[in-house]
Structure formats: structure tokens, C-alpha cells
């Protein structure tokens, strides 16, 4: 992609600052959908439940897999390949593996008898993890294609290239802001649903 | 993405774009279509803009056929629309399809894609001096999700259950449960569909314009020397960024109920005497239709200042241009916007005031209604005092920003009325209501929108420009025919004429005002056919338009979009990016008709020993 940019004003590079901005959007969807539940709460007829443990584990999970990506980045930034797409990996696997133990939550939610069709306590929680989990998808989409890209085998030179390419490393970078992100943002809903729960 | 060859490097603080050239290959597709020029997507919004609001306006001509002539029947209509309009008279579900459509239309896709989608991506990388938006990849994909968002669009006009009919507030239950109304089956779905992609569009364009804004002046331009267009669109930018991602969350949960028998929305329905069932065979309860109500004027009240700021952008720009004189306090003006930026959050539920609330919670969004009105009296004030004692020129564009002036005054008191909940109470949903939002915001951003065609016409269309006479008759027959459409209708909402009503034969109360009804429609017929003078005068002058003075700066202004060639490439200007030295009002100062921002104090020195003036 070439990008038609020069003489910045600031010092923040336009794309980071795009993705700040989008993330401020974000934030915003889910403030929308959280306090409508604290509005919908309010009015009465709200069926209480307890959430399923599983949520905590989901909860280490996502932030464990922000360390990995962590780790990748800074692989990255030190030239070592290997480990970078190892950690890159891992970091797959963690996302995958939160979004398992999302859907067994909402599983044993559904045998405890709280279900989407029914009081809109429940509801709320599904689409709410449901909208968050769909946001983390995108991220392991993103961490797929960067994960792709690090195993091509070409000439050294080119591979040198690559790896010091500041598209790449800005990548690397802005993935990692959001992934942040997705975790600190299911870490506001979960503490929101242990309280208002 | 590799389609233009203007590599320039990204980094930080260099300026290595002098030795890049601009003509490169361009086939069709690159150029007209698939564009990444800012300039090019800004044509782009525009004339969808402007195809949608033929549609959006054709619709409102239809529903007054049907308000001003009850008794009429036109064969036209049924060979127009079939089904719809059988023996010649529109159906009531079809009335309904146009009044939601028609506000769909016009509020999302023509006054806010068609004037902020054209004039920040015009006017952003031209007035700040940049080669084009932060991300232009994003940017041409924003058109492309609008475009996507109108042929969802278009398609549920042609299903055979018709489009969404719920009105474009789309309050549930009514836009629910398919049952209640025949618009409300896959039209609404549609509708869902298309808000979504327009969300997905405006976030797109949003995010570029303030990242642009912020990140992409050229040297000199600081915050406080970009003109008012620039403020005014920034802001704009940053109302939706923060607004529309709630329609959005209010957009999921009616898409759940609707589809997977969830209750956000609903409680306790009753259809034809039987309880209303989700799949499990369960009564469906526990919902809040107010619920949707907060979500959507929680975006739909700042949609409004999303509409109506770059009008106001735009018309302070051609007020200060055309008086020659500095525009009348730029820093109050700054603030204002800035005022209505934050407030605009904090009012939302005045549309609400009948739903119920405690009266304790909507004092205080009147509070915060009336509080607003001083920013928006501010900026009128300051625009009054811009034309008081200027060497006015009253090009077309002057025109329709002193129409701009005027219908925001007419529509804004009226604003007053409305905000305050012991009188809204009474006036609510009556044509009092129609009256004030589509004078304050609907003709007075279409102003707006006219202003800025005539006026920049000459940057958007390789330096033509329209023709005067014909813009002229323009205004004066849409100005005053406006005012004939929607004066009256104070007067029919006062009596507490409703809206949203098919016809009042069966009301005595209401069928008194036939005669009235019979002017209103009259006018807005003759409006509607004046518009053509516009479009004639719009597509003629792409092509055949006189082109503007060698001076390239036809109403001898300051900012930096004159500084750029007749035709300018991909990247803006030719060499260098020229560097700002003042704030962008400096008429008529130390003998100089006009100095333009890019010229600095030691080349005015010199021009004044040559005593070569700009005038």
C-alpha cells in the first residue's frame, strides 16, 4: 500500500493514530451496549446468576496470550525469526483457546437455564462476550496473516529485508496495541458482569 | 494499492517530494473508480449524494401528492409504482415506506455522506495543505461501504414487501416483529443491513478526516490558523467517531430480536388477542422498547450537529470570502463548535420527553438544550457581524450561506420551543416538530451543501465553474419556496395537526386544513422542479462550465486550495508544499485586498514596494 503521507505535524505516525482512534469507536459500541444493560437492569425484572468459573480461566488466557504477543514483539524487534513465529503461535493458540472457553461458558450458562431467548439478563451477556469474541477473532485473523508472512522461506537477503521492513515492524506494533486492547476490554466486561452480575 | 507511483516516504519529518512526478499511468478503473485521490472520492460522495437526494426528495413530492390532494386520484402513480398505488392512490403501507425511506435517505445518505463525505475529503488535504488523507486506502473504502449501504438500500425498495416503513427512527416494537407491518419483514432487515455498512463508512471516513487534520498540516498551519471549514469538519468527524458505534450496539440487539428470538426490546406483546412467543414457545418478556429510544438519539441527536456543522463550516468560510472582511470572531467561533461538540452528547434524551422519564431527569436535558442554543447564537451572531459592513459580493454561493443564516435562525427558535419538555409534551409528533428540523437542519444543511457546490465547484470539477445567472434563480425560487413548504406547518402543528398520519378526511379537527395542505404540496412540487436547474447547471458545467481565471483563485480567497494548478494531480500541488504564514481571514488589511496564507511577511513587503496589489 502506498501511502501519500509526508511533513507530519506531530510525531505520532498517522496509522497508529487511526487505530487509536478506532479503538476510541470501540469503546464506544461497548459503552453503548453496557449501559444499556445498566438502564435495562434498573428497570426491574432482572433474572440474577452466578457466572460459570470458566470465565476466569478464559480471563488468565487472554492475558496470558497478551504477553506472548508481548514476546513476539520484542523477537521481532531483535531479529530472532524463529521465536517470533513461535511466539506469534502461541499467541494463536491462546486466542483460540479463550474463545473455546468463552463458548463453554455460554454452554454451561445455557444448562444452567439462562438462555439468549429469555430474560434479558442473559441476552445481554451473550451478545456482549459474543461482540467482544467476534473483535478477538479479528485480531487472530491479523495474527494469522503475520504469522504466514514470517514462515516464507526466500534468500537471505530478502528475508533480511523483511524482517527489517518498518511497514512490518509498524504492523507489528499496531497488532499489538490492539491486541491489548481486545484483552483489557474483556477485563472491563468481566469485572462488569461480577459486579453488575 | 500499488496503482499510483507516488511513493513519498513515510518518514517522520522529511520532505522528499519534490522530484516525484505526477502524470503517471492511469487506466479508467484507477482513476474514476477504484481511486485513492481525495479529490476523486469526493466527486464520488457528491454525485451519489446527489443521485440519492433526487430519490429521497422525488419520494417526499410522492407522500405530498397523497397530503395535499386526499380526494385526488393520479393515474400516474399506479403506472409508476404498480401495486403500490393502485386505482392511482398510494397505498398507506406505501406512505409509510416513503416517509421512512425519505428520512433514511436524506438525514444518512445525502446530508451526511453527501456533504460531509464531499466536502471533508475535498477540502481537509486542500485547505491544510497534504497530499491526501492519512490513509487514502481507507478512505476509498469508505466510499465503497457507502455505495454498498445505498444498493442494500435501493434493493428493499424492490422486494416485494417494500421497504422498511417503520419510520427512520425505527422504534421497535413496530420495526421488531414483522408481523406488525409489511415493511417491517425483509425491508427492515435490509435496513439493518444498510445502516451497518453506512456505520462501517462513516467510522472509515471519520477516523481518516482527524487523523489528517491532526497529523497531516503543513509547516505553519497550526490549529489555530486552519480556516473554519477545518474546524468545523473536524469536529463533525469526531461526533460521528464517538456516535455512531452506539446506533450501532442499538442496531445488534434490534437485529437479535428480530432474528433470534432474543428480548432486548420486547415485552409482553399481543397480536391478534395471542400472546407473543420466542422459540422455545415461551412469552416473550422482559424487554425495554425505550431501551432503543436512548441508543438511537444517543447517535441521533449528535447526527443532527453531524449534519449542520460543516454547513456552518462552509458558510462562515464564503461569508467572511465574500463580505472581503475577516471573519467576525474565529476564536468564539472555534469554541462554539467545540461547545456543541460536547454538549451535542448531552442532550439527546429532549426527543424523549414523552417516553416516560421522570420529570427530574428531563429538566435536565432541557438544561442542556437551551444551554446549547448560546453556541449556536454565538455563531450566528458572528456571521451576521461578518456581512455587517462588508463589500458583500452576492455571488450564488453567498447567497444560499445568507439562506443558510436565515433558516438556521427561523429553524433554531422554534429549537427553543421544542426543548423545553412543558411545551414539547403538547407539540410532540405534530408538524411543529417537522417544521423546526427540516428548516434548521434539513433546508439549512442543504444550503449549506449548495453553498459549497458553487463555491468549490472550480476545485472539484478541474477548475470550471457554474453558471451564475442560472444559480441565482436557483436560490431565490428553493428559498422561498421553502419557506412556503414549512411555514405553514408551524401553524398545523400549533393546532396539533399529528404526524405521520395518511390522511385527516375522518378528523374534523384536522380536514379544516385541506386548503393548506393543498399550498404546502404546491410548493413543494415547484421546489422540487427548481432543483433541476441546479442538476442541469451542475452536469453541463463538468464539461462545458466557463473555466476559472488564470489567477486560479475565482472569489480571491486566502486559503490554500487556490494555490493548487487548474487540474490538480494526485498529490495536490506540483513540487513543494507551500508553507502557511497566517490565519486564513486577512481581508482587506494594510491596503491588500487579500492576502493568501501562503505568503509570508517578507514577500508582502516586497509586493508593497512593487506595489503590485491582490486586488
Known amino acids: 500500500m502506498s501511502t501519500l503521507t509526508q511533513n507530519y505535524y506531530s510525531n505520532i505516525h498517522p496509522k497508529r493514530f487511526v487505530l487509536w482512534l478506532f479503538l476510541g469507536s470501540i469503546v464506544m459500541l461497548f459503552a453503548g451496549l453496557t449501559s444499556a444493560y445498566i438502564v435495562r437492569r434498573g428497570q426491574g425484572n432482572w433474572v440474577e446468576y452466578i457466572l460459570p468459573d470458566i470465565f476466569w480461566a478464559s480471563t488468565v488466557l487472554i492475558l496470558l496470550s497478551s504477553i506472548t504477543l508481548h514476546m513476539a514483539y520484542v523477537f521481532h524487534r531483535d531479529h530472532k525469526a524463529k521465536k517470533y513465529r513461535m511466539a506469534l503461535g502461541a499467541t494463536v493458540a491462546l486466542g483460540l483457546a479463550f474463545v473455546a472457553a468463552q463458548y463453554s461458558g455460554w454452554m454451561q450458562l445455557t444448562d444452567l437455564g439462562v438462555r439468549l431467548q429469555g430474560n434479558p439478563s442473559g441476552a445481554f451477556l451473550y451478545v456482549i462476550s459474543g461482540v467482544h469474541a467476534a473483535h478477538l477473532l479479528g485480531g487472530v485473523a491479523l495474527l494469522l496473516i503475520f504469522f504466514f508472512k514470517s514462515i516464507r522461506r526466500k534468500e537471505p537477503v530478502k528475508r533480511l529485508m523483511e524482517e527489517i521492513d518498518p511497514e512490518r515492524t509498524l504492523g507489528v506494533e499496531l497488532l499489538l496495541t490492539y491486541w491489548h486492547f481486545v484483552g483489557l476490554l474483556w477485563l472491563y466486561l468481566f469485572i462488569f458482569f461480577l459486579y453488575f452480575g | 494499492m500499488a496503482s499510483t507511483d507516488i511513493h513519498l516516504h513515510d518518514q517522520l519529518g522529511h520532505d522528499h517530494h519534490d522530484d516525484h512526478h505526477h502524470d503517471h499511468h492511469e487506466t479508467f478503473l484507477t482513476k474514476y473508480i477504484f481511486s485513492q485521490d481525495h479529490k476523486m472520492i469526493a466527486r464520488q460522495f457528491l454525485i451519489t449524494g446527489i443521485l440519492w437526494a433526487f ?439 400549533m393546532t396539533g395537526v399529528p404526524r405521520r398520519y395518511y390522511e385527516f378526511s375522518q378528523f374534523e379537527t384536522f380536514n379544516k386544513y385541506d386548503d393548506l395542505n393543498m399550498l404546502i404540496s404546491t410548493a413543494a412540487i415547484l421546489v422540487f422542479f427548481a432543483q433541476f436547474l441546479f442538476v442541469i447547471n451542475f452536469f453541463y458545467s463538468i464539461t462545458k462550465g466557463k473555466r476559472m481565471p488564470a489567477s486560479l483563485n475565482p472569489w480571491q480567497g486566502t486559503t490554500m486550495e487556490w494555490t493548487t494548478p487548474m487540474e490538480p494531480g494526485h498529490g495536490n500541488w506540483v513540487g513543494k508544499i507551500p508553507e502557511v504564514y497566517r490565519w486564513p481571514y486577512d481581508y482587506e488589511v494594510d491596503g491588500h485586498g487579500f492576502i493568501p496564507q501562503t505568503v509570508s511577511d517578507e514577500q508582502l513587503k516586497q509586493l508593497s514596494k512593487t506595489n503590485v496589489h491582490h486586488s
Open chain 2, 55 to 493: 430519490i429521497g426528495v422525488l419520494f417526499s413530492v410522492l407522500f405530498r401528492l397523497q397530503l395535499g390532494w386526499p380526494n385526488e386520484t393520479f393515474p400516474i402513480l399506479e403506472t409508476l409504482l404498480g401495486a403500490w398505488a393502485e386505482g392511482g392512490k398510494l397505498s398507506p403501507q406505501f406512505y409509510y415506506a416513503l416517509v421512512t425511506m425519505h428520512g433514511t435517505i436524506m438525514v444518512f445518505f445525502v446530508l451526511t455522506a453527501g456533504l460531509s463525505g464531499t466536502f471533508s475529503n475535498l477540502l481537509i488535504p486542500l485547505q491544510i495543505g497534504a497530499r491526501d488523507m492519512a490513509s487514502p486506502f481507507i478512505n476509498m473504502l469508505s466510499y465503497w461501504f457507502f455505495l454498498l449501504a445505498g444498493i442494500i438500500m435501493a434493493i428493499s425498495l424492490f422486494i416485494q414487501t417494500g421497504p422498511a416503513a417503520g419510520g427512520w427512527t425505527a422504534y421497535p416494537p413496530l420495526s421488531a416483529l414483522g408481523q406488525s407491518n409489511l415493511g417491517s419483514q425483509l425491508g427492515m432487515t435490509l435496513w439493518l443491513l444498510s445502516m451497518t455498512m453506512f456505520v462501517v463508512s462513516s467510522l472509515m471516513g471519520g477516523l481518516n478526516y482527524i487523523a489528517t487534520v491532526l497529523n497531516m498540516r503543513t509547516k505553519g498551519m497550526t490549529m489555530f490558523r486552519m480556516p473554519l471549514t477545518i474546524w468545523a469538519f473536524f469536529f463533525t468527524a469526531v461526533l460521528g467517531v464517538l456516535s455512531f458505534p452506539v446506533l450501532l450496539s442499538g442496531c445488534i440487539l434490534l437485529m437479535f430480536d428480530r432474528s433470534l428470538g432474543t428480548s432486548f426490546y420486547l415485552s409482553d406483546i399481543y397480536i391478534g388477542g395471542e400472546v407473543l412467543t420466542n422459540g422455545a414457545g415461551q412469552m416473550i418478556e422482559g424487554g425495554s422498547a425505550i431501551l432503543f429510544q436512548h441508543l438511537f438519539w444517543f447517535l441521533g441527536h449528535p447526527e443532527v450537529y453531524i449534519v449542520i456543522l460543516p454547513a456552518m463550516g462552509m458558510v462562515s468560510e464564503v461569508l467572511a470570502t465574500n463580505s472581503r472582511k475577516p471573519i467576525f470572531g474565529y476564536h468564539a467561533m472555534v469554541y462554539s463548535i467545540m461547545a456543541i461538540t460536547i454538549i451535542a452528547f448531552l442532550v439527546w434524551a429532549h426527543h424523549m420527553f414523552i417516553s416516560g422519564m421522570n420529570p427530574f431527569v428531563g429538566s435536565i436535558f432541557v438544561f442542556f438544550t437551551l444551554l446549547i442554543a448560546i453556541p449556536s447564537a454565538i455563531k450566528v451572531f458572528n456571521w451576521i457581524t461578518t456581512l455587517w459592513r462588508g463589500s458583500i459580493r452576492f455571488t450564488t454561493a453567498t447567497l444560499f450561506s445568507i439562506g443558510f443564516v436565515s433558516l438556521f435562525i427561523s429553524g433554531g427558535l422554534t429549537g427553543l420551543f421544542l426543548g423545553n419538555a412543558a411545551l414539547d409534551i403538547p407539540l410532540h409528533d405534530t408538524y411543529f416538530v417537522i417544521a423546526h428540523f427540516h428548516i434548521v437542519m434539513g433546508l439549512a444543511a442543504g444550503f449549506g451543501l449548495f453553498a459549497g457546490v458553487y463555491h468549490w465547484y472550480p476545485k472539484l470539477f478541474n477548475g470550471r465553474m457554474m453558471n451564475e445567472s442560472l444559480g441565482v434563480m436557483h436560490f431565490w425560487i428553493t428559498f422561498i419556496g421553502s419557506y412556503f413548504i414549512f411555514w405553514p406547518m408551524h401553524y398545523l402543528g
